[in-house]
């Protein structure tokens, strides 16, 4: 009978629970499509007496995910407990050590480590396969490394966190604040363990630093990732944005560029009848446009138990069929060092001032971005009760550097207060 490939899980929460029920449930098409039964033969978790809603009673059971990383009986070592440091790196390496092909959801630490942990695969002989680090069940990865290969691969944008999208797409239809939904999202079970990863846009600069890794075949780079959360969004600009006809959406954009490699996973304006702004709710999308296919739109959930081990379940299908391919898809040894874009290719942008309602504030401000040679495009002052009033700018095209000096001196009249929010207005 033909050898099966045989898993060792460490991590049993919402991931490995899901793909512990597909193997389970789905062992004969498993088998059928790979040509050799996949099968479970250690587990690990934290707490071994919790009930888990499946029984785990065919599995050995160890305490250290590093222990079952070594094991003989285990093939490939399934890594699903998240973290970019301690147990999930430290049983990784372990694996690669002892000669185990290596399968992770874990966005946060290959973005990290995973030039290191690539190149130690490959010199080992050994594969480490991600497609569920990201954009959930999207086989955005398997799109990029095998579908695509024969493009250059000029842009990758997408919408890659759920939750945000969820905040953001929810604030529109409700009319509730951003705090009121980031609550609801709490209690829907949708924040990761450090919420700031979600809504500080770090997650989703995670799987864009993998992402544009394999597109431009350069070393991960997540510290050249300009980062900027949701944090400061608020229904005024929800409605601002839906009455130019935009929505709001956390946007990753990776694309060379004659200044460099440009990362960018920030709050943007987006047409609202493109596909990215029809995006509703917990759902990604990732935009990926090449020289020979052109454009390609993949969508699909984010996350979640079924989804997320759906991706898991497709890397352990293609390491059971023996199709084995580098970690970002070609060889570690081989992937530049890009140097980050200091600045984005030149955008309209809206912006969100706080004004003191005394004369001559609206000049100085007009002043300020007329002498940085900014262009005012479109103003609004809404009606207000307080001291400050909203005002709304939207701007002619200009760099975000150019953008940032005059935000700089705004700040520091005596008629803007607190710091000025700025979007870029991206045109699809
Ligand atoms: P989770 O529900 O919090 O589960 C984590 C599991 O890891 C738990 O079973 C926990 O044990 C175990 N664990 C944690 N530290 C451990 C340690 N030191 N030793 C042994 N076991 C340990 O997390 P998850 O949502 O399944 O996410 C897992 C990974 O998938 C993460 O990298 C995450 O970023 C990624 N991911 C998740 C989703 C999603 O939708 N959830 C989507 C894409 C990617 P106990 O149960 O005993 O506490
Ligand atoms: N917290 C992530 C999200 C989970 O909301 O998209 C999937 O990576």
């Given at each position: 009978?033909?050898?099966?490939?045989?898993?060792?899980?460490?991590?049993?929460g919402?991931?490995g629970?899901g793909?512990?029920?597909?193997?389970?449930?789905?062992?004969?098409?498993?088998?059928?499509?790979?040509?050799?039964?996949?099968?479970?033969?250690?587990?690990?978790?934290?707490?071994?007496?919790k009930?888990?809603?499946?029984?785990?009673?065919d599995?050995?059971?160890e305490?250290?995910?590093?222990?079952l990383?070594k094991?003989d009986?285990?093939?490939?070592?399934?890594?699903?407990?998240?973290?970019?440091?301690?147990a999930?790196?430290?049983?990784?390496?372990?694996?690669?050590?002892t000669?185990?092909?290596?399968?992770?959801?874990n966005?946060?630490?290959?973005?990290?480590?995973?030039?290191?942990?690539?190149?130690?695969a490959?010199?080992?002989?050994r594969v480490?396969?991600?497609?569920?680090?990201?954009?959930?069940?999207?086989?955005?990865?398997k799109?990029l490394?095998?579908?695509?290969?024969?493009?250059?691969?000029?842009?990758?944008?997408?919408?890659?966190?759920?939750?945000?999208?969820?905040?953001l797409?929810?604030?529109?239809?409700?009319g509730?604040?951003?705090?009121?939904?980031?609550?609801e999202?709490?209690?829907?079970?949708?924040l990761e363990?450090?919420p700031?990863?979600?809504?500080?846009?770090?997650?989703?600069?995670?799987?864009?630093?993998?992402?544009?890794?394999?597109?431009?075949g350069?070393?991960?780079?997540?510290?050249?990732?300009?980062?900027?959360?949701?944090?400061?969004i608020?229904?005024d600009?929800?409605?601002?944005?839906?009455?130019?006809?935009?929505?709001?959406?956390?946007?990753?954009v990776?694309?060379?560029?004659?200044?460099?490699?440009?990362?960018?996973?920030?709050?943007?304006?987006?047409?609202?009848?493109?596909?990215?702004?029809?995006?509703?709710?917990?759902?990604?999308?990732?935009?990926?446009?090449?020289?020979?296919?052109?454009q390609?739109v993949?969508?699909?959930?984010?996350?979640?138990?079924?989804?997320?081990?759906?991706?898991?379940?497709?890397?352990?299908?293609?390491?059971?069929?023996?199709?084995r391919?580098?970690?970002?898809?070609?060889?570690?040894?081989?992937?530049?060092?890009?140097?980050?874009?200091?600045?984005?290719?030149?955008?309209?942008?809206?912006?969100?001032?706080?004004?003191?309602?005394?004369?001559g504030?609206?000049?100085?401000?007009?002043?300020?971005?007329?002498?940085?040679?900014?262009?005012?495009?479109?103003?609004?002052?809404?009606?207000?009760?307080?001291?400050?009033?909203p005002?709304?700018?939207v701007?002619?095209?200009?760099?975000?550097a150019?953008?940032?000096?005059?935000l700089?001196?705004?700040?520091?009249?005596?008629?803007?207060?607190?710091?000025p929010?700025?979007?870029?207005i991206?045109?699809?």
């Amino acid at each position: 009978m033909t050898q099966p490939l045989r898993l060792g899980i460490a991590g049993l929460g919402t991931v490995g629970i899901g793909v512990v029920k597909i193997i389970r449930r789905q062992a004969a098409l498993l088998e059928a499509r790979t040509g050799r039964p996949v099968v479970i033969t250690a587990v690990s978790a934290r707490d071994a007496s919790k009930d888990r809603g499946v029984s785990l009673k065919d599995y050995a059971w160890e305490t250290d995910p590093v222990a079952l990383s070594k094991r003989d009986d285990v093939d490939v070592f399934v890594e699903l407990m998240g973290g970019h440091e301690g147990a999930a790196k430290d049983a990784i390496e372990a694996a690669l050590a002892t000669g185990k092909d290596v399968v992770t959801a874990n966005k946060a630490l290959l973005a990290i480590h995973g030039q290191a942990l690539a190149e130690q695969a490959e010199g080992a002989g050994r594969v480490i396969r991600f497609e569920a680090a990201v954009a959930g069940g999207i086989p955005v990865i398997k799109s990029l490394t095998e579908g695509l290969a024969g493009n250059e691969i000029t842009r990758v944008m997408g919408v890659m966190n759920g939750t945000c999208n969820y905040i953001l797409t929810r604030m529109e239809a409700t009319g509730q604040g951003y705090n009121v939904l980031f609550d609801e999202c709490a209690e829907l079970g949708y924040l990761e363990a450090d919420p700031n990863l979600d809504v500080g846009g770090i997650d989703a600069g995670h799987k864009l630093a993998l992402l544009s890794s394999i597109a431009f075949g350069t070393k991960p780079a997540f510290d050249d990732v300009q980062l900027e959360g949701i944090q400061r969004i608020q229904l005024d600009d929800i409605r601002a944005a839906a009455d130019m006809g935009y929505r709001i959406k956390l946007l990753g954009v990776a694309q060379r560029t004659a200044r460099g490699l440009e990362q960018r996973m920030t709050p943007c304006l987006v047409p609202a009848n493109s596909p990215l702004g029809q995006l509703e709710g917990g759902t990604n999308m990732v935009v990926i446009e090449a020289d020979a296919v052109e454009q390609v739109v993949l969508r699909g959930p984010g996350a979640g138990e079924g989804p997320t081990a759906s991706a898991v379940m497709g890397d352990v299908c293609d390491l059971a069929r023996g199709l084995r391919i580098a970690t970002f898809g070609q060889p570690a040894e081989t992937l530049q060092e890009a140097p980050a874009a200091q600045t984005g290719l030149p955008a309209p942008f809206y912006l969100r001032l706080s004004l003191l309602d005394k004369p001559g504030a609206l000049a100085k401000v007009a002043a300020i971005l007329g002498e940085a040679g900014i262009s005012i495009d479109r103003m609004r002052q809404y009606g207000h009760d307080e001291p400050t009033a909203p005002v709304l700018i939207v701007t002619h095209k200009c760099t975000r550097a150019t953008l940032d000096a005059a935000l700089h001196a705004l700040e520091a009249t005596d008629v803007v207060d607190g710091a000025p929010v700025a979007l870029r207005i991206e045109e699809l």
